[in-house]
């Protein structure tokens, strides 16, 4: 068991080697999807990430109970990076009623008559409640950018799907975000960095696995085509709108045991920084308490 000074040392570790620095130009060929850091293996890093999600459910409780914040973990990836799985080992231990996931997949109809914020706006957690979204509105700077023909069918004034857009965009996210947080979201933006061999792994390891086969598709198989313009695409989104109030984390997953990991720990390291406390009871509440006390005792079984 490590002691809170050196735990602390681990995490500070951890987000150096994956906070993408604001201000700077990122490239992804500086991080590695295999790194672990001094974690020496899966056993271990399960070990830690058990004791991670108790901590984790301790701190939700507090934050429902305090009632002033509120926390939005953003996922984006590309596909069989884990996305899934992250959530869910991470959140396994997190009270269902204080937690919602929304998983993003091409806008309906009705979401591409609104701006491209609007879905996001309208599932974004209540104060007290951990709200996860996995992909997000930065669909419209990856996806969009990297195939162009759906901007070309999105539903904008044609002067608006200049060479301009993509900067505009960062403007709008950047804004947007700087609001959730001046409101009292704590943002936490994760990219789970696999390798392109490492997702073909995966790909051929579900085609014989009932269990997650049907995820897998032709057209998933035909994207790696764009590999290389999703890693540029991303390297600019890094760039853009890794900020101060919300910094881009971008994990190994190669290694999915590290993956979930950092994730808890990057989540437990930010709760831990909001100082959370329990509402301090007023005198009127302890003497409505002293009641329910005399009522309760002085039932007749």
């Known amino acids: 068991m490590m002691t809170p000074k050196e735990e602390a040392k681990r995490i500070r570790r951890l987000l150096k080697h994956v906070v993408a620095p604001p201000g700077t130009r990122i490239r992804l060929k500086k991080y590695d999807p295999a790194w672990t850091g001094t974690i020496r293996g899966e056993k271990e890093a399960s070990s830690l990430l058990a004791d991670g999600i108790r901590r984790l459910s301790k701190q939700q409780n507090v934050l429902y109970a305090q009632d002033t914040h509120s926390l939005l973990l953003v996922f984006q990836a590309m596909d069989a990076a884990g996305k899934d799985g992250t959530i869910r080992h991470v959140m396994s231990g997190v009270n269902p009623q204080g937690c919602q996931v929304f998983n993003f997949k091409a806008p ?31 669909e419209e700077v990856l996806v969009t ?3 162009k023909e759906i901007l070309a069918a999105q539903q904008l004034p044609a002067h608006l799907k200049d060479k301009g857009i993509w900067k505009r965009r960062y403007r709008e996210i950047n804004n947007f975000e700087r609001y959730l947080v001046d409101n009292g979201v704590v943002l936490l933006k994760f990219f789970l960095n696999v390798s392109k061999a490492e997702q073909k792994r995966r790909f051929l390891a579900r085609i014989d696995d009932e269990d997650r086969n049907w995820k897998l598709s032709v057209n998933d198989a035909k994207e790696r085509v764009h590999w290389d313009d999703y890693m540029r695409a991303y390297e600019d989104v890094f760039t853009n709108t890794s900020t101060e109030w919300a910094p881009w984390h971008i994990v190994p997953a190669d290694h999915k045991w590290f993956t979930r990991l950092a994730v808890a720990a990057i989540v437990y ?15 009127a509440k302890k003497a409505e308490l002293q009641e329910v006390r005399r009522m309760l005792t002085a039932e007749k079984d």
């Open 108 to 138: 309906s109809a009705e979401e591409r008559d609104h701006t491209y914020l609007w879905r996001s706006m309208r599932a974004l957690p209540e104060r007290g409640r951990i709200g996860i979204h996995n992909r997000s509105y930065y």
């Open 145 to 147: 950018r990297v195939h």
């Open 269 to 283: 390291h930010a709760l831990e920084g909001l100082d959370l406390r329990y509402p301090k009871m007023s005198d």
